[in-house]
């Protein structure tokens, strides 16, 4: 079982995350995590605290001249900006954040829970899916986000070309639409106003066959959906058609399936191929060997420059909301914790499918189903024949 948890709080010392059940025998890229990292600090509409910190990890366990052991490895990243008790307490609670019922339900200050709810965890969760990232690659499992939509402006992809989207200022692969969008950026920040959107994560190489359809807990869509609406300020999340699909007939939304003879080698698909992937890749819980594509959405950030109307805590009066200092708009940066919390969840999934205690067993055991499912394919004329 591929597991994690973090800790650590916006203004702490550090932020730190132990991953357990990690395979041995992966080289691990740390530049590759830190460049994730830092997409994760970039994005037109950030606020001043993307300046203060440089994010790169630091690995203090689970990995031995560069290769991962098997044991729990230990991702930890250090606060900059670190200066938790010097912090005042706010006076009135920020609707649309933690401050209110987080601090009646663990009867504290506003400031200890949001100082743990704050969206800063999400680094570490980059760096967690970063990590999980260089086992996919390893068997030829890719991931990709890019932002589809901000502020109401709608960007759809004009290529696949990552090169695009890293040339983006907001992350799209739409050059036409970024002129649109970074203009209202703008004037949402002259206004005190914020913007939120659109993000799109797309796993390619992805074989047929992981999560399950036997058990809530098992199942692919369920497990990506909880984990990515986990994230800070998503608040809807859709796999390939999403809420479309309930607005379509049945023969609209349904993928016809084809078969392949030339390509009934393939590993991943078996020579089964669907022309059209409404289903993003998932069906039944369960992986089907088209690319997975999960779809989130991102509430605008809730502390306004112009404060929003509260109540403050100690004589209940009306009082504009405390301000913290904040992004204007962080919809790019969401689609990088996407992409990667995504990549987590799938290797999370590979792991349990092909009990991977190291690199070399996923690798052995991804060969030994496939060459079963080969099997069980070239005799099911005589299976159902024999009842
Ligand atoms: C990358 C990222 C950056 C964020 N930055 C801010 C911010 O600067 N100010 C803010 O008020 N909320 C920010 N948020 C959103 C809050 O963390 C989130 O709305 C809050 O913790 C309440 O959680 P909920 O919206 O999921 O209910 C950010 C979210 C993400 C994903």
């Given amino acids: 079982m591929l597991r994690y948890l973090t800790a650590g709080e916006s203004h702490g010392p ?5 991953v357990e059940g990690f395979p041995s025998g992966v080289a691990i890229d740390k530049t590759f995590i ?21 994010d790169r990890v630091i690995i203090d366990s689970g990995t031995f001249h560069g ?3 098997g044991a729990p490895i230990t991702l930890r990243l250090i606060n900059n900006d670190a200066k938790l008790e010097r912090l005042a307490e706010p006076a009135s609670p920020r609707g649309g954040h933690i401050d209110l019922a987080g601090s009646i339900n663990y009867q504290t200050g ?39 939509e901000l502020g109401g402006i709608a960007a759809p992809p004009l290529s696949r070309d ?8 907001v992350y799209t692969l739409n050059p036409e639409a970024d002129v649109a969008i970074v203009a209202a950026i703008d004037a949402a920040q002259k206004a005190g106003d914020t913007l939120g959107g659109v993000v799109e994560a797309v796993v390619t190489g992805c074989p047929m066959g992981l999560g399950s359809h036997v058990q809530y807990d098992r199942k692919l869509d369920a497990r990506l959906a909880a984990a990515v609406m986990s994230i800070q300020a998503i608040k809807a999340v859709e796999i390939g058609l999403g809420v479309e699909a309930a607005r ?4 609209k939304v349904m993928d016809p399936i084809q078969f392949d003879p030339d390509h009934a080698e393939d590993d991943r698909r078996f020579g089964f191929r669907r022309p059209t992937n409404n289903a993003g890749g998932i069906e039944g819980g369960t ?52 992409e990667n919390v995504v990549a987590f969840e799938i290797a999370s999934a590979l792991v349990e499918k092909y009990v991977g205690t190291s690199l070399e067993a996923v690798q052995a055991a991804l060969a030994a189903i496939h060459t079963l499912n080969r099997q069980h394919l070239a005799s099911w004329g005589e299976e159902q024949a024999s009842g």
């Fill in 34 to 54: 830190d460049r994730e990292l830092e997409r994760r600090q970039g994005g037109y509409g950030r606020g001043k605290r993307q300046k203060l910190e440089t």
């Fill in 248 to 251: 379509r007939p049945g023969s």
């Fill in 67 to 69: 290769v991962s052991t």
């Fill in 110 to 148: 506003i400031r200890q829970v949001l100082e743990r709810a704050s969206a800063r965890e999400t680094a570490l969760r980059v760096a967690v899916g970063a990590l999980a990232r260089l086992l996919l690659r390893a068997v030829g499992i890719e991931v990709f986000g890019y932002v589809s």
């Fill in 287 to 338: 992986s089907n060997g088209e690319p997975i594509v999960v779809r989130a959405f991102k509430k605008p950030i809730s502390t306004l420059a112009a404060r929003g109307p509260s109540v403050n805590m100690a004589t209940k009066s009306p009082t504009p909301a405390s301000y913290e200092r904040s992004d204007v708009c962080a919809v790019p940066a969401a689609s990088v914790i996407v």
């Fill in 14 to 18: 550090a932020l730190t995350a132990i």
């Fill in 162 to 169: 990552l090169s695009v989207r890293d040339a983006s200022p």
